[in-house]
């Protein structure tokens, strides 16, 4: 396809450039500080061996512990919005800004792979939704997005913490399960103690809901309820960054496996048939971080999105 | 927008529907179909989350001189792209590329910095692309 050029016609209305010159402090350019974590398996040269063997906790199980990005490439907004094809990638002038994304290689036998703009956009026909949940979706891209919980500083909904570029960090004993999310500061606990689910709306619904984890062999097996559906406020029930909602009534299930030291494959089922006229299966794969980590993330310190654009 | 200089680069692809990654919603707030460049003198640095924004002055072909906000991308994403927050200063010279809030006030989602006094492209870490 063809580009138009982005540069400016010389001729036109004079740039009044300000011309201050002043010379670029010497202070170093200093990053996040640099370490080598230890325990990961490198070749001669230092590189992480990403297809290395799975590690393993004491009793056996597979160690899901460690820092984790998102590995799946979204598709661009353009694409989505069907503006432009991926051959105008090379235009485009954004750059990465967190840890990038390597995809693996396709996975024939995998559900379809879920994108974090459009959780369904590899689902043929995109997700079953009800008319309920067709009209929230609606709702919510009229106000393009802005009720968006990652965008408010709030948890940010499963899939959407899956998928957020911001890595994550995952602890895993062999009672309790954590995930600590860069973004929004998010934390998740997953009982591993062998407790059953709490009845669905009981004592209350909670932004992350309630999860409780088993292992079915090497899968770990993660079964959530007990989540603040879009009932609740318009920040509540969102699956992706386009708004696809879900209800108090939805049920997840997540599996994860970890089939080399470098990834994991988590593979969401969501179960809600207020939203959803049949459950359906995407596949989110995270690709191992070595080196780096989640950093402190105090979304609200000075956040003021909503006063800019006048709607509090 | 009179008297400004604001160029508009006309149609690219930044032009298109560009939604949101992270910490606010990236088209409720600026319009893609609005990409501005805009040189001036560096005020006010807010090295802090959710996003960094700085200010900066900015005169326009009358002389007059006004006050413009750059948004960037989060300290972290940020830092990770090798800024810190002694990269820019107060003073500084630089040119922004980016996208103008839809109200028309004098706010911007930065895609590039660029400093005048050594022609170094500090990335912006928009949250318009910051997909890869």
Same mark, same amino acid.
């Given at each position: 396809?063809?580009?138009?050029?982005?540069?400016?016609?010389?001729?036109?209305?004079?740039?009044?450039?300000?011309?201050?010159?002043?010379?670029?402090?010497?202070?170093?350019?200093?990053?996040?500080?640099?370490?080598?974590?230890?325990?990961? @398996?490198?070749?001669?040269? +230092?590189? %992480?061996?990403?297809?290395?063997? /799975?590690? &393993? *906790?004491?009793?056996?199980k597979?160690?899901?512990?460690?820092?984790?990005?998102?590995?799946?490439?979204?598709?661009? @907004?353009?694409?989505?919005? +069907?503006? %432009?094809?991926?051959?105008?990638? /090379?235009? &485009? *002038?954004?750059?990465?800004?967190?840890?990038?994304?390597?995809?693996f290689?396709?996975?024939?036998?995998?559900?379809?792979?879920?994108?974090?703009?459009?959780?369904?956009?590899?689902?043929?026909?995109?997700l079953?939704?009800?008319?309920?949940?067709?009209?929230?979706?609606?709702?919510?891209?009229?106000?393009?997005?802005?009720?968006?919980?990652?965008?408010?500083?709030?948890?940010?909904?499963?899939?959407?913490?899956?998928?957020?570029?911001?890595?994550?960090?995952i602890?895993?004993?062999?009672?309790?399960?954590?995930?600590?999310?860069?973004?929004?500061?998010?934390?998740?606990?997953?009982?591993?103690?062998?407790?059953?689910?709490?009845?669905?709306?009981?004592?209350?619904?909670?932004?992350?809901?309630?999860?409780?984890?088993?292992?079915?062999?090497?899968?770990?097996?993660?079964?959530?309820?007990?989540?603040?559906?879009?009932?609740?406020?318009?920040?509540?029930?969102?699956l992706d960054?386009?708004?696809?909602?879900?209800?108090?009534?939805?049920?997840?299930?997540?599996r994860f496996?970890?089939?080399?030291?470098?990834?994991?494959?988590?593979?969401?089922?969501?179960?809600?048939?207020?939203?959803?006229?049949?459950?359906?299966?995407?596949?989110i794969?995270?690709?191992?971080?070595?080196?780096?980590?989640?950093?402190?993330?105090?979304c609200?310190?000075?956040?003021?999105?909503?006063?800019?654009?006048?709607?509090? | 927008?009179?008297?400004?200089?604001?160029?508009?680069?006309?149609?690219?692809?930044?032009?298109?529907?560009?939604?949101?990654?992270?910490?606010?919603?990236?088209?409720?707030?600026?319009?893609?179909?609005?990409?501005?460049?805009l040189?001036?003198?560096?005020?006010?640095?807010?090295?802090?989350?959710?996003?960094?924004?700085?200010?900066?002055?900015?005169?326009?072909e009358?002389?007059?001189?006004?006050?413009?906000?750059?948004?960037?991308?989060?300290?972290?994403?940020?830092?990770?792209?090798?800024?810190?927050?002694?990269?820019?200063?107060?003073?500084?010279?630089?040119?922004?590329?980016?996208?103008?809030a839809?109200?028309?006030?004098?706010?911007?989602?930065?895609r590039?910095?660029?400093?005048?006094?050594?022609?170094?492209?500090?990335?912006?870490?928009?949250?318009q692309?910051?997909?890869?």
């Amino acid at each position: 396809m063809k580009v138009p050029t982005t540069n400016p016609s010389p001729g036109r209305r004079g740039i009044v450039v300000i011309a201050v010159s002043i010379a670029l402090s010497g202070s170093a350019w200093a990053q996040w500080p640099k370490f080598k974590e230890p325990g990961v @398996p490198r070749d001669a040269r +230092g590189s %992480v061996q990403m297809d290395a063997k /799975t590690p &393993r *906790t004491p009793d056996g199980k597979p160690d899901l512990s460690g820092d984790w990005v998102r590995a799946d490439r979204d598709p661009l @907004p353009q694409e989505l919005a +069907g503006v %432009v094809t991926r051959q105008g990638e /090379t235009q &485009r *002038t954004g750059v990465a800004v967190e840890p990038p994304t390597t995809p693996f290689p396709p996975d024939r036998n995998a559900p379809p792979l879920a994108t974090f703009f459009e959780l369904g956009a590899n689902i043929q026909g995109g997700l079953p939704m009800t008319t309920w949940a067709t009209e929230i979706k609606k709702q919510r891209m009229a106000t393009n997005d802005r009720d968006n919980p990652d965008a408010n500083c709030l948890p940010m909904g499963l899939t959407q913490f899956h998928m957020q570029p911001q890595p994550r960090k995952i602890v895993q004993t062999p009672t309790l399960i954590v995930i600590l999310y860069e973004a929004n500061y998010g934390l998740r606990y997953i009982y591993m103690d062998g407790r059953s689910l709490p009845p669905q709306g009981e004592p209350q619904p909670l932004w992350n809901g309630y999860s409780v984890g088993r292992w079915e062999g090497d899968t770990l097996v993660v079964e959530t309820n007990n989540l603040r559906g879009a009932e609740n406020t318009p920040y509540d029930g969102w699956l992706d960054v386009r708004g696809s909602p879900y209800s108090d009534q939805a049920k997840f299930v997540e599996r994860f496996r970890r089939p080399t030291f470098g990834k994991l494959e988590i593979d969401v089922t969501v179960d809600d048939p207020k939203s959803f006229t049949k459950p359906f299966t995407v596949r989110i794969n995270q690709r191992y971080l070595a080196d780096d980590e989640p950093i402190e993330f105090v979304c609200n310190e000075n956040q003021q999105f909503r006063q800019r654009i006048k709607v509090d | 927008m009179r008297n400004l200089i604001v160029i508009v680069i006309g149609f690219s692809l930044l032009a298109a529907a560009a939604p949101a990654v992270a910490h606010h919603s990236f088209a409720a707030e600026f319009d893609a179909n609005k990409p501005v460049t805009l040189t001036g003198t560096v005020t006010k640095v807010e090295w802090m989350n959710p996003h960094v924004w700085f200010y900066a002055d900015v005169k326009d072909e009358t002389g007059k001189v006004s006050n413009w906000g750059f948004e960037l991308g989060s300290p972290n994403g940020l830092m990770r792209s090798g800024w810190t927050r002694n990269s820019m200063k107060t003073g500084d010279s630089v040119t922004v590329e980016g996208s103008r809030a839809k109200d028309g006030s004098n706010h911007v989602n930065a895609r590039s910095v660029t400093l005048a006094s050594t022609g170094q492209k500090l990335f912006a870490a928009s949250s318009q692309n910051q997909q890869q």
